[in-house]
């Protein structure tokens, strides 16, 4: 019998068919959306894949057509390779030619639209700047003849070239290979002009790609007509003139559009080395370049021989005047000063009292060049520069180089060049101001400063030194170690900046010993801080500018901050210790001056001897001389004790002739009363013989003399007016 109460023994149940709620069904739907849009996935990317893969056959398909074999495939390969190397080149091109371009921003039309006379020191005009537009000419109206006689000298096919000439490059390139040197430039007037305009002289290869590109951008810019004229009106023509219509004036008296052709000749041929060819210095010079410019007019077509006979025979003549000797490189750097402080006023034209004084320009020139002429072959050194500052700050002297008309580049202020051991001084004057002093001694041994490891000279190590025999002896390791041990490379750079180097200091490892490039500029500033006791040298070659109207409008003594402390009255003394060593027991024993007068400073020459200096001061001036060469080529093993202090022992003694000597700060130096005497010829150290004259420094006003006189006379000017209206009320 069946148990009811058994389930399993009870009446079947339905099974549950009731439809699914809201709830269940959600979960189902969102599985079913998801397989979808995998589904979706997979099959787009499968028939992209194919549709890929189809493109591609079709695309390798089409390309077979192209297939070549033999010459042809060689060809095209070819063809291939240079479309990947001219896309690659035309990037590098444009990398090289965004710094060029940034030259042409703002009004460079204008940049040097001022009138600027120059007075020295005491107020006599020593030269003029500037473009004075009234003198200018335009093409128009220039003789056709002078006008043919520069192109056809300068720039034959001017009117058909893009701003650099292929065909005359090339044949240029190929003339000096067969003269087996330089005799024939491949410039064009163009880039002469973006030279002019917007570069300097300095014999590079960034500048002459920078010029490159500014002449085909000032012929992009500009007609052949104009850049014909700017030519004309900015170019250096020797004697201190820029421009042919001053040129004209000053050698023949009278306008451009006066001149024969013989004249115009005579100009023309000055655009290649004004100062070799300029007629008031060497005649018979000018008169033969001028007979070569008549020789080109004839083989360019632009004359005939008939008629050009005339002026052969009949050769120009100049105005009888003494040769004028004007500091032109000192004057471009004083141009650059006015222009910059000239923002402060709207005056263009103006009369500038500089702070150079020419007798000691003369010298500087006269020493750098002397020492050239007699040691420059054997030291295989063909350029130098210096720079002179007075303590106060008034740059008195300043040399760019041998020959101004031959390259108006500024090596004392624009050439970048390795101090060598001269830079050492902003790394011991560091070490003076944390509290080291000429007594503290350091270690002189082998160091490692991560893959860098310097040597000193003769590879001589000394062991353990005072600092002041380590800069005496110019030794390699120590401001290494101190820089490494100590303080680290900042401090030095910012001790360089304070100091009056302007010129960006790497932040690198190994500028302790002097591979961060300089002017010579730059270190005669920094170095005139030792002469002034630890505060700003203040350099500057600005005294005062007046307008025409007699208006003063800037004045350096009232219009400049006072100066700042750079080193402590105890660090400079320290330093002044060590410094005046180096002319007596160390590397600049030749730089030492006669009668008794203290000397600071240091030598530096750098790797491969490419650069020998010599920076030193007194308690009245200090010097910075450089010789080395444009190319950067390796001298003869000259040092800075060698050529720069011989020439910088030439200089100083001519400063100190007939002056009030000053002490050096911080030095127990009592001068001996000597009468002013002149300088003694003597041999030079290496034993070579001295035939030049010794330099004799005119007798000359003192400073507080000179400033009595000028009080005086502005005293009787102002008086003037007055004494001639009671003049004219007596009467």
Same mark, same amino acid.
């Given at each position: 019998?069946?148990?009811?109460?058994?389930?399993?023994?009870?009446?079947?149940?339905?099974?549950?068919?009731?439809?699914?709620?809201?709830?269940?069904?959600?979960?189902?739907?969102?599985?079913?959306?998801?397989?979808?849009?995998?589904?979706?996935?997979?099959?787009?990317?499968?028939?992209?894949?194919?549709?890929?893969?189809?493109?591609?056959?079709?695309?390798?398909?089409?390309?077979?057509?192209?297939?070549?074999?033999?010459?042809? @495939?060689?060809?095209?390969?070819?063809?291939?390779?240079?479309?990947?190397?001219?896309?690659?080149?035309? $990037?590098?091109?444009?990398?090289?030619?965004?710094?060029?371009?940034?030259?042409?921003?703002?009004?460079?039309?204008?940049?040097?639209?001022?009138?600027?006379?120059?007075?020295?020191?005491?107020?006599?005009?020593?030269?003029?700047?500037?473009?004075?537009?009234?003198? &200018?000419?335009?093409?128009?109206?220039?003789?056709?003849?002078?006008?043919?006689?520069?192109?056809?000298?300068?720039?034959?096919?001017?009117?058909?070239?893009?701003?650099?000439?292929?065909?005359?490059?090339?044949?240029?390139?190929?003339?000096?290979?067969?003269?087996?040197? $330089?005799?024939?430039?491949?410039?064009?007037?163009?880039?002469?002009?973006?030279?002019?305009?917007?570069?300097?002289?300095?014999?590079?290869?960034?500048?002459?790609?920078?010029?490159?590109?500014?002449?085909?951008?000032?012929?992009?810019?500009?007609?052949?007509?104009?850049? *014909?004229?700017?030519?004309?009106?900015? #170019?250096? =023509?020797?004697?201190?003139?820029?421009?042919?219509?001053?040129?004209?004036?000053?050698?023949?008296?009278?306008?451009?559009?006066?001149?024969?052709?013989?004249?115009?000749?005579?100009? /023309?041929?000055?655009?290649?080395?004004?100062?070799?060819?300029?007629?008031?210095?060497?005649?018979?010079?000018?008169?033969?370049?001028?007979?070569?410019?008549?020789?080109?007019?004839?083989? &360019?077509?632009?004359?005939?021989?008939?008629?050009?006979?005339?002026?052969?025979?009949?050769?120009?003549?100049?105005?009888?005047?003494?040769?004028?000797?004007?500091?032109?490189?000192?004057?471009?750097?004083?141009?650059?000063?006015?222009?910059?402080?000239?923002?402060?006023?709207?005056?263009?034209?103006?009369?500038?009292?500089?702070?150079?004084?020419?007798?000691?320009?003369?010298?500087?020139?006269?020493?750098?060049?002397?020492?050239?002429?007699?040691?420059?072959?054997?030291?295989?050194?063909?350029?130098?520069?210096?720079?002179?500052?007075?303590?106060?700050?008034?740059?008195?002297? =300043?040399?760019?180089?041998?020959?101004?008309?031959?390259?108006?580049?500024?090596?004392?202020?624009?050439?970048?060049?390795?101090?060598?051991?001269?830079?050492?001084?902003?790394?011991?004057?560091? /070490?003076?101001?944390?509290?080291?002093?000429?007594?503290?001694?350091?270690?002189?041994?082998?160091?490692?400063?991560?893959?860098?490891?310097?040597?000193?000279?003769?590879?001589?190590?000394?062991?353990?030194?005072?600092?002041?025999?380590?800069?005496?002896?110019?030794?390699?390791?120590?401001?290494?170690?101190?820089?490494?041990?100590?303080?680290?490379?900042?401090?030095?750079?910012?001790?360089?900046?304070?100091?009056?180097?302007?010129?960006?200091?790497?932040?690198?490892?190994?500028?302790?010993?002097?591979?961060?490039?300089?002017?010579?500029?730059?270190?005669?500033?920094?170095?005139?801080?030792?002469?002034?006791?630890?505060?700003? &040298?203040?350099?500057?070659?600005?005294?005062?500018?007046?307008?025409?109207?007699?208006?003063?409008?800037?004045?350096?003594?009232?219009?400049?901050?006072?100066?700042? @402390?750079?080193?402590?009255?105890?660090?400079? &003394?320290?330093?002044?210790?060590?410094?005046?060593?180096?002319?007596?027991?160390?590397?600049?024993?030749?730089?030492? *001056?006669?009668?008794?007068?203290?000397?600071?400073?240091?030598?530096?020459?750098?790797?491969?001897?490419?650069?020998?200096?010599?920076?030193?001061?007194?308690?009245?001036?200090?010097?910075?001389?450089?010789?080395?060469?444009?190319?950067?080529?390796?001298?003869?093993?000259? #040092?800075?004790?060698?050529?720069?202090?011989?020439?910088?022992?030439?200089?100083?003694?001519?400063?100190?002739?007939?002056?009030?000597?000053?002490?050096?700060?911080?030095?127990?130096?009592?001068?001996?009363?000597?009468?002013?005497?002149?300088?003694?010829?003597?041999?030079?150290?290496?034993?070579?013989?001295?035939?030049?004259?010794?330099?004799?420094?005119?007798?000359?006003?003192?400073?507080?003399?000179?400033?009595?006189?000028?009080?005086?006379?502005?005293?009787?000017?102002?008086?003037?007016?007055?004494?001639?209206?009671?003049?004219?009320?007596?009467?």
């Amino acid at each position: 019998m069946e148990d009811p109460s058994n389930p399993e023994n009870g009446p079947e149940t339905k099974p549950d068919t009731q439809p699914e709620g809201p709830a269940e069904k959600r979960p189902r739907r969102k599985r079913h959306i998801l397989l979808r849009i995998d589904s979706w996935i997979d099959s787009s990317l499968w028939n992209a894949g194919f549709r890929l893969s189809e493109l591609w056959e079709d695309i390798t398909i089409f390309f077979r057509r192209f297939r070549t074999r033999g010459w042809k @495939r060689i060809l095209f390969e070819l063809l291939g390779e240079g479309l990947t190397l001219g896309t690659a080149g035309s $990037v590098v091109l444009l990398m090289l030619a965004m710094p060029a371009f940034e030259a042409t921003q703002g009004d460079w039309r204008n940049r040097g639209n001022f009138a600027v006379t120059f007075t020295d020191r005491y107020g006599n005009v020593i030269g003029h700047r500037g473009i004075i537009h009234e003198n &200018s000419v335009p093409v128009d109206q220039l003789p056709d003849y002078f006008v043919k006689a520069v192109l056809a000298t300068e720039d034959r096919r001017f009117f058909d070239h893009f701003g650099i000439d292929v065909i005359g490059l090339f044949r240029a390139l190929s003339v000096n290979a067969q003269a087996g040197g $330089v005799v024939q430039g491949g410039s064009t007037l163009t880039q002469q002009l973006a030279k002019n305009i917007f570069l300097s002289n300095e014999r590079s290869l960034d500048r002459k790609i920078k010029e490159a590109f500014l002449a085909i951008w000032l012929e992009a810019n500009l007609s052949k007509k104009d850049i *014909l004229s700017l030519y004309l009106d900015r #170019t250096y =023509m020797g004697g201190g003139t820029f421009g042919a219509a001053a040129a004209a004036q000053f050698y023949f008296g009278k306008s451009i559009t006066d001149v024969n052709l013989a004249e115009a000749a005579m100009l /023309a041929g000055l655009f290649k080395a004004p100062a070799k060819y300029a007629p008031h210095v060497n005649l018979p010079a000018a008169r033969a370049r001028a007979n070569d410019v008549l020789s080109n007019l004839v083989q &360019s077509g632009l004359m005939t021989e008939g008629q050009v006979i005339a002026a052969r025979r009949n050769p120009a003549s100049v105005v009888d005047r003494a040769q004028i000797e004007s500091p032109d490189f000192f004057l471009d750097w004083a141009f650059d000063e006015v222009q910059r402080l000239a923002a402060r006023f709207p005056e263009r034209s103006l009369i500038v009292r500089t702070t150079i004084d020419m007798g000691l320009q003369k010298a500087a020139e006269d020493s750098v060049e002397s020492s050239l002429m007699e040691y420059g072959e054997r030291y295989h050194a063909k350029q130098g520069a210096t720079v002179i500052i007075e303590n106060g700050g008034a740059v008195r002297a =300043m040399v760019g180089g041998r020959d101004y008309g031959e390259s108006q580049f500024n090596r004392a202020t624009r050439a970048l060049r390795q101090p060598g051991s001269s830079f050492k001084i902003y790394t011991y004057s560091v /070490a003076m101001e944390k509290g080291m002093t000429p007594t503290s001694t350091i270690v002189d041994a082998p160091i490692t400063w991560g893959n860098w490891s310097p040597h000193n000279y003769e590879n001589r190590y000394s062991g353990k030194v005072t600092l002041a025999t380590a800069i005496a002896q110019s030794i390699n390791t120590i401001p290494v170690r101190l820089a490494k041990e100590k303080f680290g490379i900042q401090p030095i750079r910012d001790m360089a900046k304070a100091m009056g180097v302007e010129t960006p200091i790497r932040n690198d490892k190994t500028i302790p010993i002097g591979t961060s490039e300089v002017t010579v500029l730059d270190q005669a500033t920094a170095y005139a801080v030792f002469p002034a006791d630890g505060m700003q &040298s203040r350099r500057h070659g600005i005294g005062q500018i007046v307008g025409y109207d007699g208006k003063v409008l800037y004045d350096f003594s009232h219009d400049e901050l006072p100066a700042k @402390r750079i080193l402590t009255e105890k660090a400079n &003394s320290y330093m002044n210790q060590m410094l005046i060593q180096i002319p007596q027991i160390g590397t600049g024993r030749r730089a030492a *001056l006669d009668r008794g007068i203290l000397v600071g400073g240091k030598t530096g020459t750098t790797q491969a001897y490419r650069d020998a200096w010599f920076i030193g001061f007194t308690g009245n001036y200090t010097c910075a001389v450089w010789f080395g060469n444009d190319d950067y080529t390796s001298t003869n093993n000259m #040092t800075g004790g060698t050529l720069p202090a011989m020439t910088f022992k030439k200089i100083m003694d001519y400063a100190h002739q007939g002056i009030v000597l000053k002490p050096i700060p911080g030095i127990d130096n009592p001068f001996p009363v000597q009468k002013p005497q002149a300088v003694a010829a003597k041999k030079p150290a290496d034993g070579s013989e001295n035939t030049l004259p010794p330099l004799i420094r005119p007798r000359t006003l003192s400073v507080d003399s000179t400033k009595i006189l000028r009080d005086l006379g502005e005293k009787l000017k102002a008086a003037a007016p007055l004494a001639t209206q009671k003049v004219a009320t007596a009467k």
